[in-house]
């Protein structure tokens, strides 16, 4: 027999039974709770740690801040305070004819060079805009930066720049997202739109699963991958990219592999002429350029390009889509199929052309004067 702490009188077995429960059980609880707690407390230490150290980009190296590149060119403020800067070309915007607005792509800046000749942009009176697209060269990041924001910052650059009620917009493989963007948004204020080897995002809606699969199978395994991670790992973009376990992006690498016999053509030409401005293209730092352009253009977007309504549908301007046929980067059955959905979309296929045959100067004369007289 013995007294229990509450005063009951109890069994020596039941007592004994009771001790060794209260032995047992409690410290087992007690340290149970105990691991979870570190067991938590560590892994969000992890994740933590993984966050700042792998995951989380730097922030950008700000143009014009204290540390940052200094700004070299014109720019203008836009609305929400930010800057874009810009390069301005050919005859004087008030007698030209034509204005145009090209939009550059992935890994470029406002400073590409194409082949225009003195006597075209003369003879048909071309002014022609370049602009560092936002986080990219010399213009501002955009942290809030969406398809939609392309279309937008056309607009106000357009309007800073008064270039008047309507201009002509070209964009150039991912640079080819903002003018769908501005076919979407701002349809009112195109003069005519030109997609040159116009980027695709494999997650379009209107894409049946089949097409894209078809189209991801051509990529290289790393890129295939890689464009996953943007869709559905978007956080994860910045490690992926700076990890050095795989290889991830081709194009980044140098890989020639994604260039078709006539790119080879003009890589050669390309390179023994020197480019200038491509050391300022990615200055701000990788994320608020490339691995944005990657989140965005992958990303879920709100609209597919068939969605979009004709935007002249009194023929007052035109749409062109250019693919080569040879193109490695951009499948061509993909921009195809959007030009079979979109009738007013004027296609040219070019043979024995790859992604670079905007760089050939006489393709890029055709696009000019398809674009502007039609
Ligand atoms: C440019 O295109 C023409 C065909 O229009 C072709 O004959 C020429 O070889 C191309 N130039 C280069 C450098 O690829």
């Known amino acids: 027999m013995a007294i229990n702490e509450s005063g009951k009188r109890v069994t020596a077995a039941s007592a004994r039974a009771h001790t060794r429960k209260s032995k047992n059980k409690t410290p087992f609880l007690f340290s149970s709770i105990m691991i979870a707690q570190i067991a938590v407390a560590t892994s969000v230490g992890v994740l933590g740690w993984a966050y700042?150290?792998?995951?989380?980009?730097?922030?950008?190296?700000?143009?014009?801040?204290?540390?940052?590149?200094?700004?070299?060119?014109?720019?203008?403020?836009?609305?929400?305070?930010?800057?874009?800067?810009?390069?301005?070309?050919?005859?004087?915007?008030?007698?030209?004819?034509?204005?145009?607005?090209?939009?550059?792509?992935?890994?470029?800046?406002?400073?590409?060079?194409?082949?225009?000749?003195?006597?075209?942009?003369?003879?048909?009176?071309?002014?022609?805009?370049?602009?560092?697209?936002?986080?990219?060269?010399?213009?501002?990041?955009?942290?809030?930066?969406?398809?939609?924001?392309?279309?937008?910052?056309?607009?106000?650059?357009?309007?800073?720049?008064?270039?008047?009620?309507?201009?002509?917009?070209?964009?150039?493989?991912?640079?080819?997202?903002?003018?769908?963007?501005?076919?979407?948004?701002?349809?009112?204020?195109?003069?005519?739109?030109?997609?040159?080897?116009?980027?695709?995002?494999?997650?379009?809606?209107?894409?049946?699963?089949?097409?894209?699969?078809?189209?991801?199978?051509?990529?290289?395994?790393?890129?295939?991958?890689?464009?996953?991670i943007a869709h559905y790992a978007p956080w994860l973009v910045h490690w992926w990219m700076n990890q050095k376990w795989f290889r991830a992006l081709s194009i980044m690498e140098g890989n020639m592999a994604i260039f078709s016999p006539p790119d080879l053509e003009l890589v050669k030409q390309l390179s023994a002429a020197p480019s200038p401005g491509q050391e300022k293209v990615r200055q701000q730092g990788e994320f608020e350029c490339l691995y944005r352009d990657m989140i965005i253009g992958f990303g879920s977007w709100d609209f597919s390009p068939t969605d979009i309504k004709n935007p002249f549908p009194d023929n007052e301007g035109s749409v062109h889509l250019w693919q080569g046929h040879d193109d490695r980067i951009i499948p061509r059955e993909l921009n195809r199929y959007l030009a079979e959905k979109l009738p007013w979309i004027q296609y040219h296929e070019v043979p024995n052309a790859g992604h670079l045959l905007i760089h050939n100067a006489s393709y890029c004369e055709t696009i000019l004067r398809k674009l502007f007289t039609g």
């Open 52 to 228: 700042l150290a792998l995951l989380k980009p730097p922030p950008p190296k700000v143009c014009g801040s204290p540390g940052g590149p200094p700004v070299t060119s014109p720019r203008v403020q836009l609305s929400d305070g930010r800057h874009l800067a810009y390069k301005e070309d050919g005859v004087a915007k008030e007698k030209a004819k034509y204005k145009i607005i090209i939009v550059h792509g992935f890994d470029c800046s406002k400073d590409m060079m194409l082949p225009i000749s003195q006597d075209l942009i003369q003879e048909l009176q071309i002014y022609i805009l370049q602009y560092d697209r936002a986080g990219y060269g010399e213009s501002d990041p955009h942290p809030k930066r969406s398809v939609k924001s392309e279309a937008f910052e056309i607009e106000e650059l357009a309007d800073k720049l008064q270039l008047g009620p309507k201009f002509y917009v070209l964009g150039l493989s991912m640079g080819a997202y903002p003018v769908w963007s501005c076919l979407k948004y701002i349809p009112n204020r195109l003069a005519g739109a030109a997609l040159v080897v116009p980027f695709v995002n494999y997650w379009w809606s209107c894409y049946p699963a089949k097409l894209s699969n078809e189209g991801l199978g051509k990529m290289l395994a790393q890129d295939k991958l890689t464009f996953r």
